[in-house]
């Protein structure tokens, strides 16, 4: 009636190799993703931990302002062309420019 070769699966790839290519999978998005972003949180913290009094900062909300005091988790900012002061939490910094550094 019916050839029974027909319906049999054809034989698959074998455990092991799927494991390795796990594996590799694993290495590629270590090396592509969470290595570079860990790196990139690093810098940002040691940004962060070298702000003074006196550092020109941007926020991430965009506001850019003088450091004039520095807390524990926040800092003080003077915001121009008010003088407005505001607390901002050290969370916020997105990036800083120092008057030292040559303009580009």
């Known amino acids: 009636m019916f050839n ?15 494991f390795v290519m796990m594996a590799l999978l694993i290495g590629v998005m270590y090396f592509v993703l969470f290595r570079p ?6 810098r940002w913290q040691a940004m962060v931990n070298e702000l003074k009094a006196g550092d020109k900062i941007t926020t991430s909300g965009g506001i850019r ?24 939490a050290k969370s916020a910094v997105s990036s800083v420019s120092r008057e030292d550094e040559p303009k580009k």
Request: without cysteine; charged residues 20%.
């Open 4 to 18: 029974l070769y027909l319906f049999q699966a054809a034989p698959g790839p074998s455990l092991g190799s799927f």
């Open 37 to 42: 972003q860990a790196s990139r949180q690093k």
């Open 65 to 88: 302002g003088t450091i004039i005091a520095v807390k524990d988790d926040v800092f003080h900012l003077r915001v121009a062309p008010d003088n407005l002061r505001l607390e901002i």
